[in-house]
Each structure stands twice: as structure tokens, then as C-alpha cells.
T-cell receptor, first 113, second 113 residues
Framework: KNQVEQSPQSLIILEGKNCTLQ??????????LRWYKQDTGRGPVSLTI?????NTKSNGRYTATLDADTKQSSLHITASQLSDSASYIC????????????FGTGTRLKVLA | DVKVTQSSRYLVKRTGEKVFLECVQD?????MFWYRQDPGLGLRLIYF???????EKGDIPEGYSVSREKKERFSLILESASTNQTSMYLC????????????FGPGTRLTVT
């Protein structure tokens, strides 16, 4: 069964600290993996996308990695800010069928001053 | 900038009412999607549409129908609202390409009493 699992479910860190969020998937066949940021009460916004051949992608203080062999991805946030408080969702796109996006349940991050 | 708008941010309806949720995108995207998002479950696909008047069921279509009469507009219809349809509803659109991201609307929080 195609699944995307994220850990931890929630995380609290102090402003200025770094953190890493994990995403493990069992989706096959694999097309790409995307990380989204979702602020409370808002729709998700894309941070990064990686295909099978890419193993790292950065967007400012956000760096995503992908290990296609172990089917694992991580999102590293450097020098966290209060505005990073949000849910982070890992989404894997499969190439099977007309359409197939498999969503993780997200990691809720809270950054404290 | 791509813009996906949803007709209401918050909606309260009574059990048995017919409910219409409207979504409009301004980027000429072929694909449009309706999801619901519940705590601990992540985003689940209700319906998607890959062209005008074309639609496919997602993972949880029961109790819902959709309409796409124009390319930019995708409507979700709850024929007879029930309390278990209380949820956050997210609309998204994308080009017809696996590498192209989905752009999400701000969401409609629907409460059925």
C-alpha cells in the first residue's frame, strides 16, 4: 500500500535553533517528493520538490534531502524563526494512474521566543 | 502569482442542507482538486477534474459531488450535509504535468450542526 509517514508528529524548538523533520514513504512507482508548509488556517505552500535523481534541494533556510534507495526524505530548517511555526507536509507523487499524490499527516512545528 | 480562491473561509450549515463550495483559479490550469483535511489524517482526495466537465473520484467521494462547467471553476457539492462532513476543505489546481506543483486555496472550514 502506498504510504507516507512523517515524524515527529509535533516538535517545539527555541528560536534560532535548527531542526530536522523526517518523511518515509513506500510509494511506487515514484515520480517526485515535495515538502509543503501550511500555516494555521491556510492552504499548503510548496517549499521544495525533488525527483528521483536529486538528493538535496535548498530554499533559503530550508534544505530537503532525498535518499531514493531507502525511500527517506528530510527537511532541515536552519536558524529557526517564529514564522516557521507551521505544519510541514511531505507529499509523494506516483506515476501510476492519471493522478496520484500521497500526503503525509504532517509535522506540527512550534518555534518559541 | 497563481491565485486559487475559495468562496468562503468559514461556513456553518445544518444537517441535511445542500452545501456548495466554490473554487476559482486564475492560471488556466487543467487539473483541479478537492481535498478534506482532518487532524491526524492528512489531506484526503475527494474528487479531481482534469478538464472541463471531466471528473474522477478520489479516495473518499461518498456524500459529495462536483461540477466543472468552466475551466477556472470547480465546485464541491454536499448533497445532504452530515455532521461527519465537518472538516477543512481545500481546493487545489495544477498544470497537467507530474513535476508541476499543486497550488492550494486558503481553505473553507465547514461546520455541520
Amino acid at each position: 500500500k502506498n504510504q507516507v509517514e512523517q515524524s515527529p508528529q509535533s516538535l517545539i524548538i527555541l528560536e534560532g535553533k535548527n531542526c530536522t523533520l523526517q518523511c518515509n514513504y513506500t510509494v511506487s512507482p515514484f515520480s517526485n517528493l515535495r515538502w509543503y508548509k501550511q500555516d494555521t488556517g491556510r492552504g499548503p505552500v510548496s517549499l521544495t520538490i525533488m525527483t528521483f535523481s536529486e538528493n538535496t534541494k535548498s530554499n533559503g533556510r530550508y534544505t530537503a534531502t532525498l535518499d531514493a534507495d531507502t525511500k527517506q526524505s528530510s527537511l532541515h530548517i536552519t536558524a529557526s524563526q517564529l514564522s516557521d511555526s507551521a505544519s510541514y507536509i511531505c507529499v509523494v507523487r506516483s506515476t501510476s494512474g492519471t493522478y496520484k499524490y500521497i500526503f503525509g499527516t504532517g509535522t506540527r512545528l512550534k518555534v518559541l521566543a | 502569482d497563481v491565485k486559487v480562491t475559495q468562496s468562503s473561509r468559514y461556513l456553518v450549515k445544518r444537517t441535511g442542507e445542500k452545501v456548495f463550495l466554490e473554487c476559482v483559479q486564475d492560471m488556466d490550469h487543467e487539473n483541479m482538486f478537492w481535498y478534506r483535511q482532518d487532524p491526524g489524517l492528512g489531506l484526503r482526495l475527494i474528487y479531481f477534474s482534469y478538464d472541463v466537465k471531466m471528473k474522477e473520484k478520489g479516495d473518499i467521494p461518498e456524500g459529495y459531488s462536483v461540477s466543472r462547467e468552466k475551466k477556472e471553476r470547480f465546485s464541491l457539492i454536499l448533497e445532504s450535509a452530515s455532521t461527519n462532513q465537518t472538516s477543512m476543505y481545500l481546493c487545489a489546481s495544477s498544470l497537467d504535468s507530474p513535476s508541476y506543483e499543486q497550488y492550494f486555496g486558503p481553505g473553507t472550514r465547514l461546520t455541520v450542526t
